[in-house]
């Protein structure tokens, strides 16, 4: 019980500074996130607590996500397209843990072919 009222006191003193920085100016406001169902996002970041209590992370997708991005039959030059390949790839492989990479790649390859790029651009 004890471990329960020093999340909760911790909790309410985030509060209070939340509440604090938003009545700073009227014109700036901050958000906070909280943990829910053992997941908390942060930037890019999935943070999840694992059935052991150790941490994973994996990449973030707001719910509103739609997986759309530069069609690879679209008039851009081929630098371009490959470019968003190479940069999603190594964005899953700096945020990923293990755990979560083979998964994150898997999206990928079934993003990217929705997107119109052939096997051979994918791999």
């Not at 997708?61 to 390949?85: I, W």
Request: proline residues 3%; contains cysteine; charged residues 20%.
């Amino acid at each position: 019980m004890a471990h329960l009222s020093c999340g909760l006191m911790v909790l309410a003193s985030c509060r209070g500074f939340l509440d604090h920085l938003n009545s700073v100016h009227e014109s700036i406001q901050f958000t906070m996130e909280t943990e829910k169902d053992s997941h908390l996002p942060f930037l890019d970041i999935d943070i999840h607590r694992k059935p052991d209590g150790s941490l994973g992370h994996k990449v973030y997708r707001k719910p509103t996500h739609t997986d759309l991005y530069l069609n690879s039959d679209s008039h851009h030059h081929p630098s371009n397209k490959q470019a968003l390949l190479s940069t999603l790839v190594h964005r899953a492989r700096a945020l990923c843990d293990q755990e979560g990479l083979l998964g994150e790649l898997e999206i990928l390859r079934t993003t990217f072919k929705q997107n119109s790029y052939n096997n051979r651009q994918v791999q």
